[in-house]
């Protein structure tokens, strides 16, 4: 965070992205959250990644 607080003071705009939305409390002032509000279960995480092996078994290569 240090060195966004320096980019700051310089005149910067900064954020700082994140699952945790209490990050908000320790930016510096001026600082900015983009909060990531979306998180996979484990089980559609092994969805998409089946999904993708078997595209990927199903490609030619030329």
Do not use: C
């Not at 607080?5 to 939305?21: F, M, P, T, Y």
């Not at 002032?29 to 979306?38: E, P, S, V």
């Amino acid at each position: 965070m240090s060195i966004g607080a320096e980019l700051l003071e310089r005149g910067h705009e900064v954020a700082w992205i994140s699952l945790d939305k209490n990050l908000t409390d320790k930016l510096p002032a001026g600082g900015k959250l983009l909060l990531i509000q979306y998180d996979q279960t484990d089980e559609e995480k092994k969805k998409v990644n089946s999904t993708s092996i078997s595209f990927q078994k199903d490609r030619l290569w030329y």
